[in-house]
């Protein structure tokens, strides 16, 4: 069994989005602009209501997926096709955007702490204009996971002693843990040798292997078919692994296509109201 450990840890950096919402980007700076297939994590998480109450308004993606896993608080997402859906605490929405669509991710509060990450995750050239569409989960049909007692897995994507989390169908073959550590508690997770992998710690710290990785930081893994984690004094973060796409990356603010012709067919597609 090899052990995966750590190559490269950053602490996430703050910055705003959409409408100002205030978030921490750690994938996505000029520190790591990509970590194949990853094109951008975020982690927007503010008990502030000014930091979050104008959130994302009508805004284009295309040939690429975006993945909002809430913590805290919630959101409602409307897009051009007609699809309407409100993500609480605990529930997760795949989005593939393909071939383009528009869609508003707008807070459904006044007030109290919202929170969550945004992942974005690249597609593979033959499927970057594929139809729209979602993978929406509602917080009960992510199964919890106690491999041990004082530590709680919410699978989202992957498996976890035997238990698959309900995404299922994207290219990357995802993994996508939500893991709680109590104090003193272990757990391994067994991943896809060749896989790309993170973990982010967004409560207390953790140690990968021998390491620490303190709170806000993204640490990038080695490759390896085991990553173990642990924390002394509890803490919580997510693990995400993916398979590389290894092609080339074009992107533009929402657009990731493979080439600048294409990035520039998007923008025109998107002025032009072709997208769906
Ligand atoms: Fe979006």
């Known amino acids: 069994m090899t052990h995966r450990t750590i190559k490269q840890t950053i602490l996430a950096r703050p910055t705003s989005d959409g409408a100002g919402v205030r978030l921490k980007r750690s994938i996505g700076t000029d520190i790591l ?25 009508d805004h284009p993606h295309r040939g690429f997926e975006t993945v909002t ?19 609480r605490p605990g529930g997760v929405q795949w989005m593939t955007a393909g071939r383009g669509i528009i869609h508003s991710e707008m807070p459904e509060q ?36 106690k491999p041990t007692d004082g530590v709680e ?3 989202i994507a992957g498996e976890v002693d035997g238990v698959l989390g309900p995404i299922n169908g ?15 508690e272990t757990f391994s997770a067994n991943l896809p040798l060749g896989h790309t992998a993170f973990v982010y710690v967004f409560q207390g ?17 080695s490759d390896g078919e085991q990553v173990c984690m642990s ?19 074009a992107r533009y603010g929402p657009f990731v296509m ?11 597609d998107y002025q032009q109201g072709n997208f769906v």
């Not at 990509?34 to 209501?49: H, I, Q, R, S, V």
């Not at 710290?205 to 990038?220: P, Y």
């Not at 509890?234 to 796409?245: D, E, K, N, S």
Request: proline content about 8%; hydrophobic content about 40%.
């Open 153 to 155: 897995v919410r699978v």
């Open 69 to 87: 896993y809430m913590i805290q608080g919630r959101m409602r997402h409307k897009d051009s096709s007609g699809a309407e859906g409100l993500l």
């Open 205 to 221: 710290q953790a140690m990968i292997s021998n390491d620490n990785v303190g709170l806000d930081h993204l640490a990038v893994l």
């Open 231 to 249: 924390s002394a004094d509890g803490g919580r973060l997510i693990l995400v692994a993916g398979r590389p796409i290894g092609e080339p990356v």
């Open 170 to 184: 994207i290219a990357i073959e995802p993994t996508y843990l939500d893991v709680s550590l109590s104090p003193g």
């Open 33 to 57: 602009s990509e970590l194949d297939p990853f094109l951008l994590l975020d982690n927007f998480g503010t008990e502030n209501p000014e930091d979050y109450i104008a959130g994302f308004p």
């Open 110 to 145: 006044t007030n109290g702490e919202m929170s969550g990450f945004q992942l974005w995750v690249n597609l593979p050239a033959a499927e970057k204009m594929c139809m729209p569409c979602y993978q929406d989960f509602e917080p009960d049909d992510v199964p919890l996971v």
């Open 258 to 268: 493979n080439t600048t012709h294409e990035v520039r067919q998007a923008i025109q």
